[in-house]
């Protein structure tokens, strides 16, 4: 049978051995993480020429620079030397040259090698060695990479994703700063992280502050019937996702437009969250370490004059985000604990859970792609 066969109700879901197999991961990080655009870092990490992004997607460590036009590049963090990885993680102020740690060649920010210490210049033609590209493009502020040379252009991609994620550039998220990273190691398969967020059958359980909050996630659904735009209205005299409401936090772009104090949500598979509530949006990066084990990257975007003028309070925004976090986690090591038991064969899914068979769906064209 496959995820699309529905028994009394159910739709089978991911099995036992996609939520623990070292080796279906190593799949997944084959086809879904090397064919997809995944969400890499903000763009505003690289505000000067030095500054770095290293990432890692799938099994790649890809390292994300801008040249001196300001145009973004992407390269394997690989040295073409000998093999050694030119750098360990992200940071500012490493100047123009890309140095490798081990013999110190270094590279132009277009990638071209430039200099080999040691060696007479007229010794080693620079110009047949250079690091290898890597697609990379910029949506909303977002740095996107793609491993696969033939796909689509990102904005098709993003068009053609089943969560609409272009619906949100109205809140103009391109304008807004971080205020806070967060960084979680959670003991869980990314997948079942994926599918906690695509449903809301839990959280009058899981999330009670939230559901006082956001009324219609009480009965278990993401949408509202009366409206056309994804959104969910917060209760009558909320103002905020916050411990502190009427806060007098300026709101994000547009959101004065709408009848209601609303929230949007997406998951822009397979590894970034999007979440907009009126005054902030919080970006979720996902980082699969192994089949039980996934880094969570959570950055709290405001408007820049909020994140400036240190007479706005933002910790009780920040703090219910991640009390909503540290939530889903727990939950999602208790369901990673659970599916390792040799009696669990399979997940399910019923009708209310949609997006979750959007997820399975989806992954289960790309994973019969593996040879």
Known sequence: MDEMTEINGLRESFTREEYISPEIFGREMRTIFSTNWCFAGLAQDLGKIGDRIVAEIGNESILIVRNRENQLRAFYNVCQHRGSQLCDASGKGFGAAITCPYHAWSYSLEGELVATPLHEKESIDRSAISLQTVRVAEWQGFIFVSLDPNAPDLMQWL????????????????????????????????????????????????????????????????????????????????????????????????????????????????????????????????????????????????????????????????????????????????????????????????????????????????????S
Not at 201 to 210: I, K, N
Not at 224 to 235: A, F, K
Not at 304 to 318: G, K, M, Q, R, Y
């Open 159 to 370: 068009d053609e994703h089943y969560s609409r994620p272009r619906d949100l550039e109205k809140f103009g998220m391109t304008g807004l700063k971080n205020a806070k990273r967060t960084v979680d190691e959670v003991e869980a398969n990314w997948k079942v992280l994926g599918e906690n967020y695509s449903e809301c059958l839990h959280c009058a359980v899981v999330h009670p502050e939230l559901v006082d909050l956001v009324p219609i996630y009480k009965t278990g659904n993401t949408i509202q019937e009366n409206r056309d735009d994804w959104g969910v209205s917060l209760t009558e005299g909320a103002t905020a996702l916050s411990y502190k409401q009427n806060e007098n936090l300026p709101l994000l772009p547009t959101m004065d437009d709408l009848d209601d104090y609303s929230v949007f949500g997406a998951y822009v598979y397979p590894n970034m969250l999007i979440d907009i509530s009126p005054t902030v949006a919080v970006i979720t990066r996902y980082v699969p370490r192994s089949a039980t084990h996934t880094t969570i990257f959570t950055d709290y975007l405001f408007p820049a004059e909020v994140v400036d003028n240190e007479n706005f309070d933002l910790e009780p925004t920040i703090n219910f985000s991640d009390l909503v976090n540290q939530q889903d986690i727990s939950v999602c090591v208790r369901v990673q604990r659970g599916v390792a038991s040799r009696s669990f064969t399979r997940a399910y899914h019923t009708k209310m859970e949609r997006y979750c068979r959007h997820l399975v769906r989806r992954y289960r064209d790309e994973i019969s792609k593996t």
